[in-house]
């Protein structure tokens, strides 16, 4: 699977960001299209409800299958994630008073659970038969009609 975000992502919401030196993030983009899978191997994918969907569901099909994912969901996921940890970072001086780039990743680190957290209450797209389309009924949120403590 790809990315979900590439250097002209991210360039959309920081146009002036290669201006500090680094010019490519491709390493960051895969690091950052790993960390939100892993999210969702904890947020989301323990809650789906395998009652409706016990069809697509064998005893050894229990693990999430990352290329049955809707990549273009989590683009702005992406390009918020990989700003916050892992380009702004590189960028700060990391001394004890906050510059731009500390208040930036700040931002951005909101900006990220915000979102993520929306694709999460819109329902994210997983193909679970496997057919190459997301139907509405392989559609799920996180909290599903659920009690979440």
């Not at 994918?45 to 969907?53: A, D, E, I, M």
């Not at 500390?102 to 909101?110: G, L, P, R």
């Not at 915000?114 to 209450?121: G, P």
């Amino acid at each position: 699977m790809s990315n979900y975000a590439t250097d002209s992502n991210v360039l959309e919401y920081e146009p002036r960001i290669k201006d500090y030196g680094v010019i490519d993030f491709t390493a960051d983009h895969t690091k950052t299209t790993a960390d939100i899978q892993r999210l969702l191997r904890v947020e989301w994918w323990p809650r789906v409800s395998r009652n409706n969907t016990s069809t697509y569901f064998s005893n050894t099909g229990l693990e999430m299958d990352n290329t049955k994912l809707a990549a273009a969901q989590f683009n702005r996921v992406a390009v918020y994630h990989v700003l916050a940890y892992y380009i702004l970072p590189k960028l700060t001086q990391h001394q004890g008073e906050d510059d731009r780039f500390f208040q930036m990743i700040a931002f951005y680190k909101n900006k990220f659970r915000e979102e993520f957290d929306l694709v999460l209450a819109d329902g994210v797209e997983y193909d679970f038969d496997g057919d190459g389309t997301v139907e509405s009924e392989e559609k799920q949120t996180a909290h599903y009609n659920r009690l979440v403590r």
